[in-house]
């Protein structure tokens, strides 16, 4: 099928290669030149598994980036919309980017279309498209607005858009949804998956993905409720983590014990530092301030958000502890990015800590697989704040060795080494990488999140 994606950030970007690699022939549209540009000559722009050989395998040939949503608009049968929705002020979802390019779209129809909401956008989005287009000129025969949320995480978005749990549709119109059944229909009947050369994802054993057909504000609200939920369970564990602190147990056990209830499950259980990134602090505010406008108060979400921001302050603390004073210290830091496995720094909880760190006097020095660059761009380095691109130079005479990111590669560092290394053998692990017993063994001071700390005897 022929299809546009407007819009090529995160979303739109792995959504592009996706449909490719499922068979569909894909109009990337745009209005950003630099961007089309790099995207032409085969640089992915973020830092995301699978995406560079996708997008050499396709690009200028089944994916086509341009600028021109006029042409893409003409070219395809179905339009995903896949722009920012960024937050503004009042914590609402800023809505102008969708508007404008569904006016934009309005203007260029001339023969029936569907336009799908791929972009995370509060309930009620559809309808405000759909007058829009309609004070645009457009016959309501001409088109169909149709919600299809996505669910990708970074750093595991190709593997997650080709193996997802579910797909939602939420559409009013059966010729609508008869095309989005056919644009997933590689994924719901199988045959992609049945391909050798299939990308594989965490659960590719697991059952075909179900493609649920709701109404259209059902699936817009889906997708807030899920992200709001996942925020919710992570708040959940993080407060539970405070609890095992006080009561001198440990949160990996309760965790586990909690997530083996089949009804709970044991994912997004794992404490830390609080969520960060694009999707949870914005979506939350988003979905809270939605309710609220429909008379229904979702206070529960302003809890969750409380014991996030709380959750930063309380691993400062941690920090001070460990160290009694903190003007003056040196601190390595390992982690930039909001989470493992991506460049993304966005609402990072690292970029938080280490800027409020600094406010206290210590000086660091930090390490990122791959967040290096756009870290510099937001927080140039400084006197008090020095890049480098190996963790054990990060370590170099540290008074305390900081764990703020979740990448696999910070759970095995070698620890002999990194021991010799510091000044202090003190670890303050914010994602809980490593066994406090084994630390202790190797002669470090080890703090973590809802676990008892072991300090060297000295
Ligand atoms: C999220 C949703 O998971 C995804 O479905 C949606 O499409 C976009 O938003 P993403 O922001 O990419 O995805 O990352 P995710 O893996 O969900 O992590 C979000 C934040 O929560 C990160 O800061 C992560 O470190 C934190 N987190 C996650 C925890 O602290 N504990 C957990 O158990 C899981």
């Known amino acids: 099928m022929k299809i546009a994606v407007v819009g090529s950030g995160y979303v739109g970007l792995v959504a592009a290669v996706c449909f490719a690699e499922m068979g ?5 549209v745009d209005n950003d030149e630099r961007k089309v540009k790099a995207l032409q000559g085969g640089d992915s722009l973020i830092h995301e598994e699978y995406l560079p050989e996708l997008l050499n395998r396709y690009r200028n040939t089944k994916v086509l980036f341009m600028t021109d949503l006029a042409e893409a608009t003409r070219e395809s049968e179905v339009i995903f919309i896949a722009v920012g929705t960024p937050q503004s002020d009042t914590g609402d979802a800023d809505l102008s980017y969708v508007e404008a390019v569904a006016c934009e779209i309005a203007r ?72 989005l059944q056919e644009i997933y229909a590689p994924l719901t009947e199988g045959s992609y998956y049945r391909r050798p050369d ?13 493609l649920l057909i709701t109404s259209t504000k059902s699936a ?33 056990q309760v965790a586990m014990g909690m997530g083996l209830d089949s009804r709970i ?46 959750q930063k302050k309380r691993f400062l603390s941690k920090v001070r502890a460990a160290l009694w004073t903190l003007r003056g210290k040196h601190l390595a830091v390992l982690g930039l990015a909001f989470k493992g496995g991506t460049d993304d720094i966005r609402a990072s909880p690292a970029i938080d800590l280490i800027g409020m760190l600094i406010g206290e006097g210590c000086s660091i020095t ?4 791959a967040a ?50 510091m000044r202090y053998p003190i670890v303050i692990d914010g994602r809980n990488l490593y066994e406090p017993k084994v630390m202790l063994d190797k002669g470090f001071t080890y703090v973590s999140i809802g676990r008892p700390t072991l300090h060297q005897a000295r």
């Open 372 to 421: 290096i660059e756009r870290a510099r761009e937001k927080m140039p380095p400084s006197a008090c704040l020095k890049y480098v691109d190996d963790p054990y130079v990060a370590a170099k005479d540290a008074d305390a060795l900081l764990i703020l990111t979740d990448w696999s590669e910070f759970g095995s560092l070698e620890l002999k080494r990194l021991y010799k290394t």
């Open 108 to 179: 260029s129809l001339t023969s029936y279309k569907v336009l799908v909401e791929k972009s995370t956008v509060p309930v009620y989005t559809n309808e405000w498209i759909r007058r829009a287009i309609e004070r645009n000129g457009v016959a309501r025969s001409m088109f169909d607005v149709v919600s299809n949320p996505e669910f990708l995480r970074e750093g595991t978005a190709v593997a997650d858009f080709l193996h997802p749990d579910r797909i939602v549709v939420g559409a009013d119109s059966e010729r609508a949804t008869k095309l």
């Open 220 to 252: 817009e609200i889906i997708k807030h409720a899920s992200n709001a939920f996942l925020a919710l369970k992570i708040s959940f564990i993080n407060a539970v983590s405070n609890l095992c602190e006080a009561a001198d147990a440990d949160v990996e």
């Open 24 to 28: 569909h022939d894909v109009i990337c």
């Open 366 to 369: 930090a390490y990122d697989p």
């Open 265 to 310: 499950g044991p994912r997004f259980l794992r404490p830390g530092i609080g969520y960060g990134g694009s999707c949870f602090p914005k979506d939350v505010a988003a979905f809270r301030s939605v309710a609220g406008q429909l008379g229904v108060d979702l206070g529960i979400l302003a809890e969750v958000e409380k014991i996030n921001a709380q």
């Open 198 to 210: 299939a990308i594989t994802g965490s659960c590719s054993a697991e059952a075909l993905p179900p």
